[in-house]
Structures are given as structure tokens and as C-alpha cells.
């Protein structure tokens, strides 16, 4: 939230040029209603844009929201950019939660079970269409009939479906998973709850017949301030609570309050520190999302965090 255009192109580069794994971008309307108004760029559009101004790094959602796209329409683009793209495109698809973006955008907010319901048929629906000729089907609350669809996407058998999960307990998201799922990507507060979640995940997949071993796993970390050293670190935050701040709720005298949260919640402190913790996950995951500052000067903050990233963390990891 908050990042212009030229920003997200500007960090997106950057993110090449450092030979990171993928960029991906969020899928929400807004931020926090309570807060000051940001700009937000639709999600599939701002990955349109961004095909044509890289060339290696793959591209994606962590977690698109399946209610707000018919899932055949929603195969449709992916597929398009997969093709444009030659193959770069990540889809990270989930239930939905925001109960604020549907209500301001005229969505209907179904139960948390009805939502989960929808996830599954919009997953089958989507797979179908990526691999079948002329495929048909018929659920509680979506349809296909005989609908032909070209271009198929570049990747075989299909572009890779990640599904976004955020509560270590759900029988119903765990059972979608197992049996459709190329990868989960987990929201997990430690890394002894990511190991429980893959072993709840495990019984899923033996439940339901499915290699367990097929599955790959992400988690996504917020990063703030990373200093080289304690001195540095010391003079980026301070240069941080003189930065401008989008969110005007947060007045001068609340930004150390704010950013002492931040620093205690996401990766912060040095260069050491920050390999310590993103160390933890190392054996857990496949792959590791940074989530890049989210206050302050964003451009600035985002390219220093990639800088750090590329010459100070990875190669240490």
C-alpha cells in the first residue's frame, strides 16, 4: 500500500538485478480502513505491466483473493501473462478474509466454510482449463461448460498453484492442499508452528492418497530496518522516524512506539541478527518471501532492503 508506480517498477528491477527468485505483488483494494487512504494498483494489471519491464525474475501473487474474480476469467489472465512472460508467473490464489474489501466493493462475504468451498471448486475450475481440452463442470457455486481455452499456459503441466493459508488448524484448506495444490504458503508466527503445519499437511496428503514429497512451502516475513553493523542500524532508524510517513494517524511523538513494534515483529537489527532468523526457516521452506518496508520513504527503504539482501544476507544463508 502506498507505492507509486514508478516505485514498484523501480524495486521490481532491482529485484532482478539481484538475482532474487520472484516479486510478487498483494492483491487488496485498500489498507486498513482506520487508517489514512493509500493508493493500491489492481494486482493483475500492475503484473501485466511489470512482464514486459523485466525478463528473468518470476512474477506473481503471494495470495489472490478467489472471490473477487470468476475463477475461468481468472485462468484466463493468468494464463495471457504466463505466455507473455514465457513462463515467469507465480499463482498464489486463497479463500479471502478482508470482510472490509468485500463490503466496500459490493461482494457478497460468505462464511468462512462457504469461502473455503468456493476456494476448492475455483482451484478444479482453474486446472481444468490449464490442462484439459474443452473441459466442463459443475459446482455449488461455480460452472464451466465445454469452454475452450487457448492460449494453455507455457508452464507444464501448468503454472504452479499456491495456496495461502494463515491458521495452522483447517481440516478443509489442509484437505484442498493435499489434493490440489502445488505449494502452500504458510503465515506462520514461529518455526515450530511451520514444522506442524507441514506435518498436518502430511496427513492430509496421506488421507487423500497424494505425495507428500510433490509439495513445496513458503512463508512470507516483513522486513523493517537491517543495519550492516549496531551503528548502522542505529543511524537508519533514526533516519527512518524523520522519513515521511504515509499513514497520518501516526504522528511524531507515536513513530518510535510504531517502529519499536515493527523492529520487535519483523526482521530488524543487523545483518547478523537478520541471517539468525531468516536461518530458522531455512530447512523448512522452499522458498522465503521479504515482505519490503511498509513506512517511510518506500522507494529508498525498498532498494536498500534488496541491496542488503544481494550482497549481505543471501550469501550467507
Known amino acids: 500500500m502506498g507505492y507509486t508506480y514508478e516505485d514498484i517498477v523501480t524495486l521490481a528491477k532491482a529485484a532482478e538485478d539481484a538475482n532474487l527468485y520472484s516479486f510478487t505483488v498483494s492483491d487488496h483494494f485498500f489498507g486498513n480502513p482506520e487508517s489514512a487512504e493509500k493508493q493500491a494498483y489492481d494486482a493483475w494489471t500492475l503484473l501485466a505491466l511489470l512482464v514486459p519491464q523485466t525478463k528473468r525474475i518470476r512474477l506473481g501473487t503471494i495470495v489472490t483473493c478467489q472471490s473477487y474474480r470468476n475463477p475461468a476469467q481468472l485462468a484466463k489472465i493468468v494464463s495471457t501473462l504466463d505466455n507473455a512472460s514465457n513462463g515467469r508467473i507465480e499463482f498464489g490464489i486463497g479463500a479471502g478474509w478482508k470482510k472490509s474489501e468485500y463490503e466496500a466493493y459490493g461482494y457478497p462475504f460468505p462464511s468462512t466454510k462457504t469461502r473455503i468451498s468456493q476456494l476448492r471448486e475455483a482451484i478444479q475450475i ?3 482449463l490449464w490442462t484439459e481440452e474443452r473441459p466442463s463442470f459443475e459446482g455449488e457455486y ?9 492460449p494453455k499456459p507455457v508452464q507444464k503441466p501448468r503454472v504452479p498453484i499456491w495456496v495461502g493459508n494463515q491458521k495452522l488448524k483447517t481440516p478443509m484448506m489442509e484437505e484442498i492442499i493435499a489434493r490440489y495444490a502445488d505449494g502452500l504458503n504458510y503465515d506462520s508466527e514461529t518455526p515450530e508452528d511451520f ?4 506435518n498436518r499437511v502430511r496427513v492430509a496428503c496421506e488421507k487423500v492418497g497424494r505425495d507428500y514429497n510433490e509439495l513445496k512451502w513458503s512463508i512470507y516475513i516483513c522486513t523493517s530496518v537491517i543495519g550492516k553493523d549496531t551503528d548502522d542500524f542505529e543511524k537508519k532508524k533514526r533516519e527512518l522516524l524523520n522519513q515521511h510517513w504515509l499513514f497520518e494517524e501516526i504522528t511524531d ?11 520487535t515483529k519483523y526482521i530488524s537489527g543487523t545483518i547478523k541478527t537478520a ?3 531468516i536461518s530458522k526457516y531455512k530447512n523448512l521452506a522452499d522458498v522465503i518471501i521479504l515482505g519490503l518496508p511498509m513506512v517511510g520513504d518506500l ?4 532498494l536498500d ?13
Not at 461455480?142 to 487457448?150: A, N, R, S, V
Not at 522507494?299 to 525498498?302: A, D, I, S, V
Open 126 to 128: 482453474i486446472n481444468l
Open 142 to 150: 461455480y460452472d464451466i461448460k465445454e469452454t475452450m481455452f487457448l
Open 195 to 198: 514444522a506442524e503445519k507441514k
Open 253 to 263: 511523538e507515536l513513530k518510535p512506539k510504531v517502529l519499536e513494534v515493527m523492529l
Open 275 to 277: 541471517v539468525e532468523k
Open 299 to 302: 522507494r529508498k527503504n525498498g
Open 305 to 317: 532492503t534488496i541491496s542488503i539482501l544481494k550482497d549481505q544476507i543471501v550469501p550467507k544463508l
